[in-house]
């Protein structure tokens, strides 16, 4: 299976209760011979994270550290009416957009309505992936989901660290097998993080990609295995992949 290239769902100290830098973080990107890190923030909703006005000065920080190219999105939590917990303009500033449901700011509606507000979330133009759709103390329709990131352009997420967790992530795996299933069938892309809140969880996909050769899922569906096919993914040109953000 070809080389993960982009670990775009990362954490750092703003975040509050992550424990590494950006420059930490870059650094141990580089280590493991990565070509870009994303750091993806956790957005309001989550105790401790970052107030929004961090994303207004993206641009003082440099798109490449330590080699390694840096992209800036952000963890933006799916609400229960359906919004996203990020106003436009900030998601306006971001590279990239990742919806996902965290029950510190998401109470369980059934996997219907959690499904329809989750797919109204991935309407929106800077979303392009969603993290770990794993765990059914919030459980989605994967038919349903599956259908939704084909029709919007969204990437589900196979998050390494669900997996270094399972029991905290209720079905987790089994969830992962139906949602793959279909990503096969329906020609679905995915993508493949760490969720890493340290500089050691950088770049550590193995668990990920261990599942992915068991269920023998087709690499050309993997977003973040080649350079020009993540840029494409979320809209950019490598050349715009090196200019600060707005």
Sequence with gaps: ?????????????????????????????????????????????????????????????????????????????????????????????????????HTLCYEDEGREKNTDNLISCMRHEKIFFVSHPDDDHTPINYERFIAAAKEFHVAPEINNSSLLKPDRRLNC??????????????????????????????????????FLKAVDFDEELIVNNDVDKLLSFIGMTPEQALLPPL
């Design 1 to 101: 299976m070809k080389k993960i290239i982009a670990d775009i769902h990362t954490h750092t100290i703003a975040s509050g209760h992550a424990y590494g830098t950006i420059r930490e973080m870059a650094r141990a990107a580089a280590y493991k011979h990565l070509k870009f890190i994303g750091f993806s923030e956790h957005a309001p909703g989550i105790p401790g994270t970052v107030d929004p006005f961090y994303y207004c000065n993206l641009k003082v920080i440099p798109r490449v550290i330590n080699g390694v190219g840096i992209l800036h999105g952000c963890e933006i939590n799916v609400l229960n009416d359906g919004t996203l917990s990020l106003e436009e303009r900030w998601i306006s500033r971001l590279d990239y957009g990742i919806a996902g449901i």
């Design 173 to 210: 795996v089994e969830n992962y097998k139906t949602m793959l299933k279909l990503c096969m069938e329906q020609r679905v892309p995915v993508v493949v993080s760490s969720d890493a809140h340290d500089p050691s969880g950088v770049g550590n996909f193995k668990l990920a990609l261990d």
